[in-house]
């Protein structure tokens, strides 16, 4: 996060709690977004911010993104839902338990599977994002993702984005770039996208397993949002 935002700070559930009262009572505001991308990255701050909204019962909403945490139970979904929250957002990435070993993802498929299950039951509306073409990716673990998705369709309620991967300047990727043997291509301005690893992840190739992804997504009646990287430099 140090690299997109830089610092920051957080609040406790007393302070959070305060605020999202005083905009509803004062302002009028009943429905509201956490511009965080892991909310449960405090798991008790969150217990008890929504144990503090669930007794103070305001007709509020609000949503955010999690992390995939198998810390998470059923209840803390139920909680979650209590407290207001209507649609939560989580970074599966990818379907491929190698890949996410890849990407130093400290999680698991059995994880991923109960958390999307476990607040969909909750009453939650469920949206996912995912990435193709990390480094190391192969044919295996696009194929594992389209499992995913098709196993888990029934607790799945979007796909928020599918992206092709990007190396941003200063990411853990972008450092590890002459380790990995990454190579850049293209105007400046297409880096980010335009890299290859070896000859099978090429920007062509990623385009290819986001629009198979893309296919199977249509297939299965999941909408979805954005894919960043399918098209911006077709032009």
């Excluded at 491929?96 to 698991?108: F, G, I, N, P």
């Excluded at 400046?188 to 397993?209: I, M, P």
């Excluded at 249509?218 to 430099?233: I, K, R, V």
């Amino acid at each position: 996060m140090e690299i997109l935002w830089g610092r920051y700070r957080s609040k406790s559930a007393t302070q959070r709690v305060a605020e999202l009262k005083h905009f509803y009572e004062v302002h009028g505001y009943s429905v509201f977004h956490c511009a965080d991308p892991a909310v449960n990255g405090r798991y008790r701050t969150l217990m008890e911010t929504c144990k503090q909204l669930r007794a103070l019962a305001l007709p509020i909403r609000w949503t955010g993104h999690l992390m995939i945490s198998p810390a998470m139970s059923s209840e803390d979904f139920l909680l979650l839902a209590a407290s207001g929250c209507a649609k939560v957002g989580f970074g599966v990435e990818s379907g491929s338990e190698r890949v996410l070993a890849l990407m130093h993802k400290k999680t698991s498929l059995a994880a991923v599977e109960r958390n999307v299950r476990d607040a969909h039951e909750a009453g939650l509306f469920v949206e996912i994002f995912l990435m193709v073409g990390y480094p190391g990716e192969c044919e295996e673990d696009v194929l594992a993702t389209i499992a995913l998705l098709r196993k888990n369709r029934p607790y799945i309620d979007a796909v928020r984005s599918i992206n092709t991967v990007t190396v941003q300047h200063a990411s853990a990727l972008w450092r590890e770039r002459s380790t990995l043997g990454i190579e850049y291509h293209g105007r400046l301005v297409e880096r980010d996208h335009d890299w290859s690893f070896g000859s099978d992840n090429t920007l062509e190739e990623r385009r290819r397993r986001q629009q198979r992804i893309l296919d199977v997504l249509n297939e299965l009646g999941l909408s979805h949002h954005h894919a960043a990287g399918h098209d911006e430099f077709n032009s």
